[in-house]
């Protein structure tokens, strides 16, 4: 299969209509050397690496990255980013994220972001420790309310989703879950709130393009090394979204 075929089968699958933020940076960044070029492994990573990541790229013989942040990208790398589109697509972040917390009666807190519902009820250390199930790995941001009530109630939003905590108040679940928060969790509003860690919230992407290109032949990894703004976060020995 061709780099450019591989392009066309991505789009079709995470649609830029599906984006939660339009303009934004979206598919290819730059013009791939070549569209007819082949495509046997492909490498997924929330964030571009650094020149230590692209060594591990190409010294590990991948094809094709695919980010999921716009930010920090490599024009000398065949890169296409999805961003909001892989948060809000059928089977994206969003949902994936609703299956994992089992929603009941789901609906979303605006647009195409997020989930809201009921949940079995739960203690904030059994929810927890459904994620750290899911995830294969402990959280790693805050956690904060009462030890021993019962959440009934949840929005999630993967990611930074700190940064829309007014829009996830107007659904008065009992239970905030987000990537990254925007401040103190005890501060949010939220009776119960639960913060996973940006980059581990949004690893699972890779199940979207696992879903498309492995039938194909094609083999797709995780990097094993995030980039973000602060340290490097290594996940090779992790069990996350394996």
């Given at each position: 299969m061709t780099i450019g075929e591989v392009g066309r089968l991505l789009y079709e699958r995470i649609p830029v209509e599906?984006?939660?933020?339009?303009?934004?940076?979206?598919?290819?960044?730059?013009?791939?050397?070549?569209?007819?070029?082949?495509?046997?492994?492909?490498?997924?990573?929330?964030?571009?690496?650094?020149?230590?990541?692209?060594r591990f790229f190409r010294e590990s013989g991948f094809d094709l990255l695919v980010a999921h942040h716009p930010i920090n990208l490599n024009p000398h790398l065949p890169t296409m980013v999805f961003h909001t589109a892989l948060d809000c697509c059928r089977g994206g972040l969003n949902d994936q994220w609703r299956d994992i917390l089992q929603i009941k009666n789901a609906r979303h807190f605006d647009k195409n972001l997020g989930w809201y519902g009921k949940i079995e009820p739960l203690t904030l250390g059994q929810l927890v420790?459904?994620?750290?199930a899911a995830l294969g790995d402990e959280i790693q941001g805050q956690t904060f309310g009462p030890k021993n009530e019962f959440i009934k109630s949840v929005a999630v939003c993967s990611g930074l989703g700190g940064l829309v905590n007014s829009l996830a108040l107007k659904t008065r679940a009992d239970c905030y879950i987000v990537g990254e928060a925007a401040g103190v969790a005890a501060?949010?509003?939220?009776?119960?709130?639960?913060?996973?860690?940006?980059?581990?919230?949004?690893?699972m992407g890779v199940n979207v393009v696992r879903e498309v290109l492995?039938?194909?032949?094609?083999?797709?990894?995780?990097?094993?090394?995030e980039f973000e703004s602060w340290p490097a976060e290594t996940f090779g020995n992790r069990?996350?979204?394996?």
């Open positions: 599906d984006a939660w933020t339009q303009g934004e940076p979206y598919g290819w960044i730059g013009t791939p050397d070549g569209l007819a070029g082949p495509v046997n492994k492909v490498v997924y990573c929330v964030t571009s690496p650094n020149q230590e990541g692209v420790g459904r994620i750290e501060k949010a509003g939220f009776k119960f709130y639960i913060e996973i860690g940006h980059t581990l919230s949004e690893r492995t039938p194909h032949g094609i083999q797709v990894d995780l990097m094993p090394i069990k996350s979204n394996d």
